[in-house]
């Protein structure tokens, strides 16, 4: 069955730490690949999208995230955080022809330190 | 920006009640979905929705759910008799083009089941 996993519940970080988030998938062949992050009483903002192509994709807000077909890895990183990036971040697949029917991971909760 | 608008935020019905949870998206996208999410869960595909007639849908969205896109602006998603386990946040998400273009998400309608 197709899946997506993010192991993390929860990650805190300091302020202007570096931050990697982890995804995983399981689909029968390489799906397309979302990260969503939800701030409190918002809705889910698409911070980037791997479709195909180079494997190191730059998102909004400073992101990025590379696509590791060995590892069926999606992880997002960031090089410093700012304590405004403290939200839910959601990993989601669907199968190749787009965005039709995203199954999503059970999210990462990320906190900021000052 | 445009942004997909749901009401209300938040609702509070008794089991065996029918309710209706409103979106408007975007003025120009075609493509119509709801998710939702469970407390604690992942955010679930419920529906897609395109020229008038539902695209697909998930084994969540039995003959109490139903969809209605009522006129050139609004999108509802109906439950007709609600249970304790419809309790979630709902979000409604609309896209321009369907598979290669991304899903836009409102800012979710928490549906309380008393």
């Known amino acids: 069955a197709q899946s997506v996993t993010q192991p993390d519940i929860h990650i805190t970080v300091s302020e202007g730490a570096s931050l990697e988030l982890r995804c995983n998938y399981s689909?029968?062949?390489?799906?397309?690949l979302f990260w969503y992050v939800q701030s409190p009483g918002q809705g889910l903002q698409l911070l980037l999208k791997?479709?195909?192509?180079?494997?190191l994709v730059q998102g909004i807000k400073g992101f990025e995230a590379e696509f590791k077909r060995s590892q069926s890895s999606f992880n997002l990183r960031k090089p410093s955080v700012h304590w405004s990036d403290a939200a839910e971040y959601f990993c989601?697949?669907?199968?190749?022809?787009?965005?039709?029917?995203?199954?999503f991971g059970a999210g990462t909760r990320l906190a900021v330190h000052p | 920006e445009p942004e997909v608008t749901q009401t209300p935020s938040h609702q509070v019905t008794q089991m065996g009640q029918e309710v209706i949870l409103r979106c408007v998206p975007i003025?120009?996208?075609?493509?119509f979905y709801w998710y939702r999410q469970i407390l604690g869960q992942k955010v679930e595909f419920l529906v897609s929705?395109?020229?008038?007639?539902?695209?697909?849908k998930s084994e969540i969205f039995d003959d109490q759910f139903s969809v209605e896109r009522p006129d050139g602006s609004n999108f509802t998603l109906k439950i007709r008799s609600t249970k304790l386990e419809d309790s979630a946040m709902y979000f409604c998400?609309?896209?321009?083009?369907?598979?290669?273009?991304?899903?836009?998400f409102g800012n979710g309608t928490r549906l309380t089941v008393t």
């Open positions: 998400a609309s896209s321009e083009t369907g598979t290669d273009s991304p899903l836009h």
């Open positions: 791997y479709f195909s192509g180079d494997t």
């Open positions: 689909y029968g062949a390489t799906p397309y």
């Open positions: 003025s120009n996208h075609l493509y």
């Open positions: 929705f395109y020229n008038n007639e539902i695209s697909e």
């Open positions: 989601a697949a669907a199968a190749s022809g787009g965005y039709n029917k995203l199954i």
